[in-house]
């Protein structure tokens, strides 16, 4: 059982279903002894644009901006914005990361995007050599709990919207900062065996307000 969890969250709503299942897995989580830190992108107003405002003082080369590159070397100088020093932090520390959200346009929201562009720093999260399966995070665990706006057969090998696997491919590497691993458990299933993790959670958008409650009846 992971002993410190961070809860990446991304929905605007603190009356969401996304909102609901963040605070289940808090309950439930502190509940079974772990340390829970929530990221709540939107009420943190975080900035989601990459650019060399996430460095302190002068770049290598202005004219010739390289992004991963500017910031590695930030990293290594101790020059990263506070902000993105602050979320590395919590992500160091943590054994655990459930990255909650609605699925937007096949992927995470804009704002959990940036996250993703600006926390996991070459350097801090993966290096030219050490990615994907050796990634320097590679020891940590993740999970992606979201919604969706689709039935479960849109997300099939043979439905409209394509296989899930394939669709959150992108998000599953992560650049190998840590490891997202997919399972077919239930989000009730997870509430109460979370010691079951890591897993692949998702609720289509338009299930019923009784079997949206049903998935958080915790006993």
């Not at 830190?37 to 003082?57: H, P, Q, R």
């Not at 590679?138 to 099939?156: P, V």
């Not at 490891?179 to 509430?191: C, G, Q």
């Amino acid at each position: 059982m992971a002993k410190k969890v961070l809860i990446v969250f991304a929905h605007q709503s603190s009356g969401s279903f996304n909102a609901a299942a963040k605070s289940a897995a808090v309950e439930v989580l502190t509940a079974q002894g772990c340390t829970v830190e929530v990221s709540d992108l939107y009420a943190m107003n975080f900035k989601a644009a990459a650019t060399a405002e996430d460095i302190k003082g002068d770049v290598k080369d202005a004219e010739h901006f390289r992004y991963q590159e500017e910031t590695r070397l930030a990293w290594e100088e101790g020059r990263l914005a506070e902000d993105i020093t602050a979320e590395q932090t919590k992500l160091s520390e943590a054994d655990l990361v459930i990255f909650q959200f609605p699925m937007y346009w096949f992927s995470v929201p804009a704002i959990m995007k940036g996250w993703i562009d600006r926390v996991l720093t070459c350097g801090f999260a993966f290096t030219k050599e050490k990615r994907y399966s050796q990634g320097l995070l590679k020891e940590k665990k993740a999970m992606l709990s979201f919604t969706t706006g689709s039935l479960e057969s849109m997300f099939s090998s043979t439905g409209i919207n394509g296989d899930m696997n394939v669709t959150l491919w992108p998000i599953q590497v992560l650049h190998a900062a840590v490891k997202v691993n997919f399972a077919d458990l239930l989000l009730t299933d997870f509430l109460l065996n979370a010691e079951r993790y890591p897993a692949l959670l998702w609720l289509p958008g338009p299930a019923s307000s009784g079997l949206l409650g049903s998935f958080l009846c915790v006993s």
